[in-house]
């Protein structure tokens, strides 16, 4: 049982599994204008880096790793403001998806993750596997967090939509068109002039 009434929010999560293209459309939506939350476990796993560690060293402690990148995630969400559309790269209810990963518990993280309500969910298909000095995953562990993933948020009660594998273009349109499905947002004339521009 819930014990708090949880945010309802205007925010629409873009998640997916390691190397799945979501960064490169959020940094796409926010060319464009609109706002966009950045990916907090990405930014702990470099700030681990610059202190003189690794993407490996980073991820040897997973319990403190998946701590701190719940911690920060919590405290940018809060920041948020509940009634503006924001485009959040990863939610905190992929934290249960990545803490099933990796076996680690987390006291009431279900909990955690119902704290605000998200307006819309998409789920970005995998990619061919790219590594980098931060993004080390294997293809096996790319799929099956992909997995993870929308069994995390369906259990939630959000009703996913998978983005498939396309051109940031068209990847970028589908969102925009389905990001609220009674066209509150396609009413304003920014959305107008994007898709006329853009994305048709």
């Not at 249960?96 to 998409?122: G, Q, T």
Request: net charge positive; aromatic share 8%.
């Amino acid at each position: 049982m819930i014990d708090f009434i949880p945010v309802k929010t205007e925010w629409v999560v873009l998640t997916g599994p390691p190397s799945s293209g979501k960064t490169t459309v959020l940094e796409e939506l926010k060319r464009l204008g609109y706002l966009t939350s950045p990916d907090v476990s990405r930014e702990v796993i470099k700030n681990h880096i610059t202190k003189g560690g690794d993407a490996v060293s980073a991820r040897k402690d997973q319990f403190k790793l998946q701590v701190e990148i719940l911690d920060k995630m919590l405290k940018v969400e809060s920041s948020l403001d509940a009634g503006q559309r924001v485009f959040l790269d990863y939610a905190i209810p992929d934290n249960i998806a990545y803490c099933e990963m990796e076996d680690v518990v987390i006291p009431d993280l279900e909990k955690s993750s119902k704290k605000f309500e998200y307006r819309k969910v998409f789920l970005f298909e995998p990619l061919p596997m790219v590594v980098d000095d931060v993004r080390i995953e294997s293809e096996s562990y790319q799929h099956e967090i992909f997995k993870k993933i929308l069994r995390s948020y369906k259990k939630l009660g959000y009703k996913v939509r998978i983005i498939k594998i396309d051109s940031v273009k068209n990847r970028i349109k589908k969102i925009i068109l389905h990001a609220d499905s009674e066209g509150k947002w396609l009413e304003k004339a920014k959305d107008k002039q994007d898709i006329k521009n853009g994305f048709t």
